[in-house]
């Protein structure tokens, strides 16, 4: 972050408008920024930089044209004081408007939990192709993948069943980079959020990039940050996308990936989708299991809203049943087993 009498100079030496690399970001920001909270994020961003600016005419380190340092209010309160009081009583308003939002967002994650969808977030560098798997795990037709940087500043989830018909929730989340003031990155990590809830987070790296293995310890860091339980951590699956970008012989270099895809070809996908299934089913507490029932009867209809249905077929021995293949919770079976086999017996 340049002080202001640095950003002069350079601006007198180079007659050209000049900007550091915190500046360049917040732009990057405000140009992506689409929903309200987003916004509000980059909003709350640019507080630091303009009390900085701010500290600069204090010091008298800007031109007199920006402003001088006069007395214009009671008991000697100059313009700089003033202008530090108003930018004080935006920072608190956007976090008071914030924090409502945050509300908003655990109401939201709540009525998941009870809804019992399981969520995979997707994090990674700025740029990865986050975007890019998701709208092809899921087939959303709605995304739109853009080739630049923080194209992404809004959390979303997008739906999709996993081959054993249980619908999972994938989110898009704010891409990571490297060497930014915390209190930037800050206002953002309340993005993250989603992540730090979620059952299982794929790390998706970019392996066609040359400095792949310095995005990807930037990526681990900022999950270190984030004080991740150590449950989730087992469920960190490390994806390397863009492989249809690299040569044969690149590919074995790349080692510490759990799996290769190309979120554009598709290769590697059917795998990946297979992999998160294993780990939903771990990570959530899940059972496979075949359960008798009659047919077209209330314990069909109960399973059908309450689990995962993965298969249908007649029961041999009966005609009046049916075997059912589902994937379901184990508070959900012992909620099946109440209702249906303990009242039986009485």
Known sequence: MLRGVQHRELEREFRVPVYDRYMIVVQIFREHAISKEAKLQVALAE???????????????????????EAVGGSGETSIDIRRKILNAREIKLKKILEKLKAQRSLIRSNQKKLEYPVVAVIGYTNAGKTSLIKTLTGEKSLVPKNY????L?????????????????????????????????????????????????????????????QVDTVNKSLQSLNLSPDLLKNVLVVGNKV???????????KDCNILVSAVTKEGIKELVKKIEECILEATGRVSITIRVPADGEQMRWLYKGAAVTQVIADPQSSQHFLLSVVITKSQLSKFKHTFIQNKKH
């Open 154 to 214: 809004d959390v979303t989830a997008h739906a999709s069943l996993l081959p054993c018909n249980l619908k999972v929730l994938y989110v898009d989340t704010v891409g990571f980079i490297s060497d930014i003031p915390t209190h930037l990155i800050a206002p953002f990590m309340a993005t993250l959020e989603d992540a730090m809830n979620a059952n299982v987070i794929i790390h998706i790296c970019d392996v066609s990039h040359p400095d792949i293995l310095a």
């Open 244 to 254: 249809d970008l690299i040569s044969d012989e690149m590919r074995e270099n790349v």
């Open 47 to 69: 507080i630091p930089y303009l009390r900085m600016k701010i500290r600069g005419v204090s010091e008298g380190m800007v031109d007199q044209d920006e402003g001088a340092i």
């Open 149 to 152: 940087l923080f194209a992404t």
